[in-house]
């Protein structure tokens, strides 16, 4: 029988081959049909029947309330509301989540599965139908799948579901500007909206040129065709891009699998490589050692993000 400590191995090392699981959960009707929806199980930190919900008074829209799990007070979010959705049979599950620095919970309607998938099997959702709270599209039975699960963008909802966080950035709280070679840029990739408006707020007050990527493979093309660019001028790849700063979770080609290829290619190898995430934990931070990334900042507190940026383009200082 399969260990416990086998099953963590085995799912942890789905990072090494661009590859994840995906928890699969039902939220109710939409108005014509009961749509599937999909979190990365590396977010979820415990999925349980529907316990007692305190409701707290002056609670912002689509927050029912707190619940004490084992004397820890979670918000629970009315994930069916969020989405627009009319539950069939209730709110029967609480998937707890960690995102970032925080836990909080998702009251569902039904969890239907966990499913193994290629990041090439996630497709970005943005300027569709689909886009806001939705980052991707799963086809979650390969290319020719008519089955299909909307990925959330769990940025997004926490942010607009809970307004008191922070979303302004001080420039002031940053430090001073980074000098960086004349004519580089950062090369950035993040699949949430919310995600790199954030970043482009914090890049911009710190004076950082950057390209902004929506996926990894995105970033990874744009390198190849910085670096075919330079060549053709006499230069080097290094005299053009200065830093990539990536998110771990994204369509098509994930965090790992983009700093994996940046790190093994001659080319790029010296490039230094930060890892902004919400994925977090010593798991996930010890991965991304191994893929050679020269930093990890957990997602999203500004100062942080700009003191590792700062330390990646002067390691010496």
Not at 19 to 27: G, V
Not at 123 to 138: F, K, P, R, Y
Not at 210 to 223: H, N, R, S
Not at 301 to 312: F, I, M, P, W
Request: aromatic share 4%.
């Amino acid at each position: 029988m399969q260990t416990i400590q086998q099953e963590i191995d085995e799912r942890t090392n789905l990072t090494s081959s661009n590859k994840l699981e995906l928890l699969l959960f039902r939220l109710g009707d939409d108005g014509d049909r009961s749509e599937l929806f999909g979190i990365n199980v590396f977010k979820i930190r415990e999925i349980l029947p529907m316990p007692t919900i305190t409701a707290v008074a002056g609670s912002p829209p689509h927050m029912m309330g707190v619940v004490d799990l084992r004397g820890q007070i979670l918000p629970v979010i009315d994930l069916p509301a969020v989405a627009g959705c009319v539950p069939r049979t209730g709110l029967n599950i609480l998937l707890v989540t960690e995102y970032a620095r925080s836990t909080q919970a998702f009251a569902v309607e039904a969890v239907e599965d966990i499913v193994r998938l290629d990041w090439r099997q996630v497709l970005s959702a943005e300027g569709s139908a689909a886009g806001g709270m939705v980052t991707s599209i799963a086809r979650l039975d390969g290319d020719n799948s008519q089955r299909l699960a909307q990925v959330l963008d769990v940025e997004t909802i926490l942010r607009n579901v809970m307004p008191g966080q922070d979303n302004d950035i001080d420039p002031a709280t940053l430090g001073a500007h980074v000098d960086m070679k004349p004519g580089t840029v950062i090369l950035a990739a993040d699949d949430s909206l919310i995600a790199r408006t954030m970043i482009e707020q914090g890049l911009d007050a710190m004076g950082l040129p950057y390209i902004m990527c929506k996926t990894g493979k995105e970033a990874w093309d744009q390198l190849q065709a910085i670096a075919a660019a330079a060549e053709g001028e006499g230069e080097t790849v290094g005299d053009r891009v200065a830093l990539v700063l990536t998110d771990l979770e994204m369509p098509e080609m994930d965090g790992f699998t983009l700093t994996r290829n940046i790190k093994q290619d001659n080319r790029f190898a010296s490039i230094p490589v930060v890892i902004h995430s919400s994925l977090t934990g010593s798991t996930n931070e010890a991965h991304v050692r191994k893929v050679g990334a020269d930093a990890y900042v957990a997602k999203f507190v500004a100062e942080d993000l700009a003191e590792a940026l700062r330390e990646a383009l002067n390691p010496a200082r």
